[in-house]
């Protein structure tokens, strides 16, 4: 009561008794609390270690970041790598097509003249053929079937051997009888040709005068050949039979040749 007395009084009095007064007032006359003083020590220190905290996420932020940002930039430059090698083998790869592809063309090319030149032998040969089909027989010699045969003259007659003999001297042989046309049209010309047929060489085995053995025996007269007296050993042809028949080689007869 005397101390509000004394600041209404416009007294000079000290502000700390007057703050000692105001606080004795608040606390009703009690002593300060400490416990207040320790949450503010508590909140402070809990706020410096917070900005610790901070402080080190933020940091460590950073280098994560930053290891991150190194990280991004290796697998680019591998990529970069990838990538260059990738368009050189590329590039690579079209340097091969394109010289695969004129590969493939000049094998064309050379197919295609092969075919040709293929094609005009063909034509050839057949022009050849054709020819050789339509081309006449010699002078003297009669034409059947595109073959020739040289009939001997009117009136001659020789031996089985010469005229074989007559045959190769005109580059040709006794005629060789393979179908039954052929046989009809050498035993049509004389009574009795000799043919290029015969048993000489082993009795029985029939031969003809390229070697080859004589095939079947439809060509044969009945009963032949019978090889008579065991000296009939040349075939001839007649035209009353159109069949083959065995007699004695030095027998004259006329002859068939054929080229
Ligand atoms: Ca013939
Ligand atoms: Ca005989
Ligand atoms: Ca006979």
Same mark, same amino acid.
Not at 187 to 215: H, Q, Y
């Given at each position: 009561?005397?101390?509000?007395?004394?600041?209404?009084?416009?007294?000079?009095?000290?502000?700390?008794?007057?703050?000692?007064?105001?606080?004795?007032?608040?606390?009703?006359?009690?002593? @300060?609390?400490?416990?207040?003083?320790?949450?503010?020590?508590?909140?402070?220190?809990?706020? +410096?270690?917070?900005?610790?905290?901070i402080l080190g996420v933020v940091a460590h932020n950073s280098w994560a970041i930053r290891h991150q940002d190194s990280k991004c930039e290796n697998m680019s430059y591998s990529l970069i790598i990838d990538r260059d090698k990738l368009r050189d083998e590329r590039d690579q790869l079209k340097i091969q097509s394109r010289n695969l592809t004129? $590969?493939?063309?000049?094998?064309?090319?050379?197919?295609?003249a092969m075919a040709a030149s293929r094609d005009k032998l063909q034509e050839e040969v057949n022009r050849l053929k054709l020819s050789k089909t339509d081309e006449p027989c010699s002078q003297g010699w009669t034409s059947f079937k595109s073959k020739?045969?040289? +009939?001997?003259?009117?009136?001659? &007659?020789?031996?089985?051997?010469?005229?074989?003999?007559?045959?190769? $001297?005109?580059? &040709?042989?006794?005629?060789?009888?393979t179908t039954q046309e052929e046989l009809d049209f050498v035993s049509s010309i004389f009574p009795v040709t000799w043919i290029g047929l015969s048993d000489k060489e082993m009795?029985?085995?029939?031969?003809?005068?390229?070697? &080859?053995?004589?095939?079947?025996?439809?060509?044969?007269?009945?009963?032949? @050949?019978?090889?008579?007296?065991?000296?009939?050993?040349?075939?001839?042809?007649?035209?009353?039979?159109?069949? +083959?028949?065995d007699v004695p080689c030095n027998r004259k007869f006329s002859w068939a040749c054929e080229d």
């Amino acid at each position: 009561m005397s101390v509000t007395m004394r600041s209404k009084s416009g007294d000079d009095g000290d502000d700390s008794v007057n703050l000692m007064a105001s606080v004795n007032r608040s606390n009703n006359g009690r002593r @300060p609390d400490t416990s207040v003083c320790w949450i503010g020590a508590a909140a402070v220190s809990l706020g +410096f270690l917070l900005q610790i905290l901070i402080l080190g996420v933020v940091a460590h932020n950073s280098w994560a970041i930053r290891h991150q940002d190194s990280k991004c930039e290796n697998m680019s430059y591998s990529l970069i790598i990838d990538r260059d090698k990738l368009r050189d083998e590329r590039d690579q790869l079209k340097i091969q097509s394109r010289n695969l592809t004129e $590969e493939m063309e000049l094998l064309q090319s050379q197919y295609n003249a092969m075919a040709a030149s293929r094609d005009k032998l063909q034509e050839e040969v057949n022009r050849l053929k054709l020819s050789k089909t339509d081309e006449p027989c010699s002078q003297g010699w009669t034409s059947f079937k595109s073959k020739c045969y040289y +009939f001997s003259g009117k009136g001659q &007659a020789e031996t089985w051997e010469n005229s074989r003999k007559s045959c190769k $001297e005109r580059g &040709a042989d006794l005629v060789i009888i393979t179908t039954q046309e052929e046989l009809d049209f050498v035993s049509s010309i004389f009574p009795v040709t000799w043919i290029g047929l015969s048993d000489k060489e082993m009795e029985g085995r029939w031969k003809w005068v390229d070697g &080859a053995d004589l095939l079947g025996d439809e060509f044969w007269q009945i009963g032949e @050949p019978n090889n008579n007296e065991n000296e009939e050993h040349c075939a001839e042809v007649s035209r009353s039979a159109k069949k +083959f028949n065995d007699v004695p080689c030095n027998r004259k007869f006329s002859w068939a040749c054929e080229d």
